[in-house]
């Protein structure tokens, strides 16, 4: 839904940090306008650190050789893009939520799995809606089989990260306190945090999260459940 402005430019990887140390010359800078900074105020700095394509939601005064996709939302627009590579992507996307835990267990299967699978786990903690469309975006397709993080903190949060990872296979590690503040029950949350799950062939859960599990059963009945 962009539009283009100046040259065309082959990407082949994808910066929002202008503090990020190493940049490279084929990277698109996404400049994305925050509650309290505006990455478009770092634009011209990332020009001069060699970067020759960017995706911004105003005019800026950039070289010709320069290219430039003006969206409406930076963050939308990278999401989609992380849906599209997602849909490109030929091999199992495993999703890890819950309150607690993700990270650990994310490394945890990393560390297990098999030295013949060729395995690619979200860096670190990218679990939010700007983290994961960077993780879906780093997805090489010699992978096998792709791990990635999804958390969330508030309603509506949990439908943008299913609609960009689409998991074959979701794990729920735990229900929790974490963010409640921001939901009206914690059966508000668990029915928030399925969401992720309504396409997935395979769910895997701890049945010592008595609501969760319950909720599992009941919703999900028709998939293949694993109580781990």
Same mark, same amino acid.
């Given at each position: 839904?962009?539009?283009?402005?100046?040259?065309?430019?082959?990407?082949?990887?994808?910066v929002?940090?202008?503090?990020?140390?190493?940049?490279?010359?084929?990277?698109?800078? @996404?400049?994305?306008?925050?509650?309290?900074h505006? *990455?478009?105020?770092?634009?011209?700095?990332?020009?001069?650190?060699?970067?020759r394509?960017? #995706?911004?939601? %105003?005019?800026?005064?950039?070289?010709?050789? &320069?290219? @430039?996709?003006?969206?409406?939302?930076?963050?939308?627009?990278?999401?989609l893009?992380?849906?599209?590579?997602?849909?490109?992507?030929r091999?199992? @996307?495993?999703?890890? !939520?819950?309150?607690?835990?993700?990270?650990i267990?994310? =490394?945890?299967?990393?560390? &297990? !799995?098999? !030295?013949?699978?060729?395995?690619? %786990? +979200?860096?670190?903690?990218?679990?939010?809606?700007?983290?994961?469309?960077l993780?879906?975006? #780093? #997805?090489?397709?010699?992978? =096998?089989? *792709?791990?990635?993080? !999804?958390?969330?903190?508030?309603?509506?949060? #949990?439908?943008?990260?299913? *609609?960009?990872?689409?998991?074959?296979? @979701?794990?729920?590690?735990?229900?929790?306190?974490?963010?409640?503040?921001?939901?009206?029950?914690?059966?508000?949350?668990i029915?928030?945090?399925?969401?992720?799950?309504?396409?997935?062939?395979?769910?895997?859960?701890? +049945?010592?999260?008595t609501?969760?599990?319950e909720?599992?059963?009941?919703?999900?009945?028709?998939?293949?459940l &694993?109580?781990?």
């Amino acid at each position: 839904g962009g539009t283009l402005h100046g040259a065309d430019s082959a990407v082949r990887s994808v910066v929002t940090d202008s503090r990020t140390s190493a940049v490279d010359s084929d990277a698109l800078f @996404v400049a994305i306008s925050g509650v309290n900074h505006d *990455a478009h105020d770092y634009v011209q700095a990332m020009y001069e650190r060699g970067v020759r394509a960017f #995706m911004v939601e %105003r005019d800026c005064d950039l070289p010709a050789d &320069c290219g @430039v996709v003006k969206v409406a939302d930076s963050l939308v627009a990278l999401q989609l893009l992380a849906a599209h590579r997602r849909s490109q992507y030929r091999g199992r @996307v495993v999703a890890v !939520a819950g309150s607690n835990g993700k990270t650990i267990v994310k =490394e945890w299967i990393a560390q &297990c !799995a098999p !030295a013949s699978v060729n395995l690619f %786990r +979200s860096p670190r903690s990218y679990n939010s809606q700007l983290g994961v469309a960077l993780s879906l975006l #780093m #997805m090489t397709d010699e992978s =096998e089989v *792709a791990i990635i993080e !999804a958390g969330i903190s508030q309603r509506g949060e #949990m439908a943008r990260l299913e *609609a960009m990872i689409s998991p074959d296979t @979701v794990i729920f590690t735990s229900i929790g306190d974490a963010h409640q503040e921001n939901f009206a029950s914690l059966d508000e949350k668990i029915a928030e945090k399925l969401i992720l799950a309504r396409n997935a062939q395979t769910i895997i859960y701890h +049945s010592a999260y008595t609501p969760l599990a319950e909720t599992v059963r009941r919703e999900y009945a028709d998939r293949c459940l &694993c109580d781990a």
